[in-house]
């Protein structure tokens, strides 16, 4: 797996393309990020390269919108 860093204008842009991202995982394995996040770290989910983007892409998600939160 390649690292590929985005760089974005804002953190609002940032979470915006974060989500449009985790839509398209929780599209394809019908379940939203927030259910699949609660099994995953349960390990009731494999480690598939799909599956470990998505965390991520999910932790960072909630990373970000708690740093917006904090600042309104």
């Known amino acids: 797996m390649r690292k590929q860093r985005i760089e974005y204008d804002s953190p609002v842009d940032a979470l915006v393309a974060i989500a449009k991202h985790l839509s398209i995982f929780e599209n394809r394995y019908r379940m939203t990020s927030e259910e699949f996040f609660d099994k995953f770290s349960k390990g009731q989910l494999e480690d598939s390269e799909d599956f470990v983007e998505w965390?991520?892409?999910?932790?960072?998600?909630?990373?970000?919108?708690?740093?917006?939160?904090?600042?309104?």
């Open 55 to 72: 965390a991520n892409d999910y932790q960072h998600y909630v990373t970000i919108r708690l740093e917006i939160e904090a600042h309104v």
